[in-house]
């Protein structure tokens, strides 16, 4: 056999990869403030300068006194909640690190979905008086539509 090839070579070199990637992440991690994404607070969002102008925005709104980013773009329960922050966090890293991300930033249309829920979540009771309030018939109800400045000013 090979130099490289018996199992105690094999153990140090699987070892040596692994510990190259755990570092690396690891690293990335706390450079991008990871953790603070499993928080509530809105900085965090503010982390990446792509979110700079949808952050200020907010903090001039009248949802800036009653709503956080969480509040409004993920879901209330705890799986669905950080399942879609693993999902944002991953696309984000990804569109932020190959730099192939739109400018300005876009929702997605499954992060809409989520926004337009809690939109009615928040507003029932104005919300519940609404039979049909959708673009086109057989539609969820779109509340962005017409109310795209509410929760970060005037749209661009």
């Not at 755990?22 to 990446?48: E, H, I, M, Q, R």
Request: hydrophobic share 35%; charged share 15%.
């Amino acid at each position: 056999m090979g130099k490289f090839t018996t199992p105690a070579a094999l153990l140090v070199a699987l070892c040596v990869i692994a510990g190259a990637l755990v570092g690396l992440s690891g690293f990335t991690f706390v450079y991008a403030k990871g953790g603070s994404y499993l928080s509530n607070d809105p900085a965090a969002c503010n982390n990446c300068h792509i979110m700079r102008d949808q952050f200020d925005a907010w903090q001039k709104t009248s949802h800036h006194a009653y709503a956080t980013c969480n509040d409004c773009h993920v879901p209330h329960d705890v799986l669905g909640k950080y399942m879609t922050k693993i999902d944002h966090g991953y696309r984000h890293s990804r569109g932020f690190t190959f730099q192939d991300f739109h400018e300005p930033i876009r929702i997605t249309a499954s992060s809409l979905s989520v926004v337009e829920h809690n939109c009615v979540r928040c507003h029932e009771t104005a919300a519940s008086e609404i039979t049909m309030h959708a673009l086109r018939p057989g539609d969820e109800t779109n509340c962005v539509h017409c109310h795209a400045g509410a929760g970060h000013g005037a749209s661009r």
